[in-house]
């Protein structure tokens, strides 16, 4: 099952141009806005497994927004690779990652341009992001699929400047500018993946590689994530987990490269589909790296 949030309502995918809107189809009884597709998951998912193929909808690709736009709260984890832990110049290890948040205002949709803070240092991140149906607290790891929604592509992109400034570590505010959390195209459900602990993902500036990896490859993979976090906080329907992303970024290069006014960069998940990026440069009165000197 796939699901979308095309000009605020919530759809239900069925190709690359086509789906069934949600409300409609339901007589009422779910949506029309995806947040409340989340609110009543268990009902819901009972209810898509059946429904058919009126109410169809034709789908515009710029009209897609943040599959789930109204997240409650938003984890994202750090250093989930071992190959990105070392280009990233900290010690491989199979301890628990850290944990920060990128904040709900640098969520958008699939296909954004992108303002580059004046005077940053803005990298690339292509992880799997996952969108929480069912929440609730001290998750088991063998239950932990049963509570997701769906998976979708996202980019954690990332200021370095901001985000390393000073004695302790700025994760959320160097990854927290506008725009800096794209998701989409669209939800996909976990049992769509012959195996939802193995998805390739990677990403490509201008047409060249730069990342390419698999989930197969986290140290702490989804199921584990949920139970972690899940031993201290609530999720809630819509949560999203910005899980991690594999080696490849800006900052691994030698010498470090960052996003450039004028780039493309398209971000890709197997079995998902993909999300374009281009950029602009700032103006220092729109956004710029506040550094205390
Ligand atoms: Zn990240």
């Not at 190709?15 to 809107?21: E, F, K, L």
């Not at 929440?135 to 990332?158: C, L, M, Y």
């Amino acid at each position: 099952m796939r699901i979308a949030n095309h000009d605020n309502r919530a759809v239900l995918v069925t190709s690359d141009d086509a789906g069934i809107d949600i409300h409609d189809a339901s007589g009422g009884k779910f949506g029309p806005d995806v947040a409340s597709v989340y609110a009543h998951w268990k009902e819901f998912s009972a209810w898509a497994a059946t429904a058919s193929g009126d109410s169809s909808v034709a789908l515009d690709r710029s009209k897609l927004g943040a599959p789930s736009p109204e997240p409650e709260q938003i984890f994202a984890i750090g250093l989930n690779y071992q190959a990105h832990q070392k280009e990233a110049g900290y010690k491989v290890t199979t301890e628990l990652p850290p944990v920060f948040t990128k904040w709900r205002s640098s969520l958008s949709g699939p296909d954004t341009e992108v303002v580059l803070p004046h005077n940053g240092n803005v990298d690339w991140e292509c992880e799997l992001v996952v969108v929480i149906g069912q929440g609730g607290r001290n998750i088991k790891p063998e239950d932990a699929w049963k509570h997701v929604a769906g998976v979708t592509i996202g980019q954690d992109f990332s200021e370095r400047i901001r985000q390393q400034f000073g004695q302790a570590p700025q994760y959320s505010l160097g990854k927290s500018f506008a725009g800096f959390a794209p998701t989409g195209p669209w939800i996909v459900s976990p049992d769509e993946f012959a195996d939802p602990n193995s998805i390739r993902l990677g990403s490509d500036i201008d047409g060249q590689p730069q990342q390419n990896g698999t989930t197969a490859d986290m140290i702490c993979p989804v199921p584990q994530l949920i139970e972690f976090l899940s031993k201290i906080v609530e999720f809630r329907p819509g949560d999203l987990i910005f899980t991690g992303t594999p080696a490849g970024v800006g900052m691994g290069q030698d010498p470090k490269r960052f996003l450039k006014p004028g780039e493309n960069l398209r971000s890709w998940i197997e079995g998902i589909g993909e999300i374009h990026s281009t950029f602009r440069a700032g103006k220092p009165e729109e956004s710029g790296v506040p550094i205390a000197s």
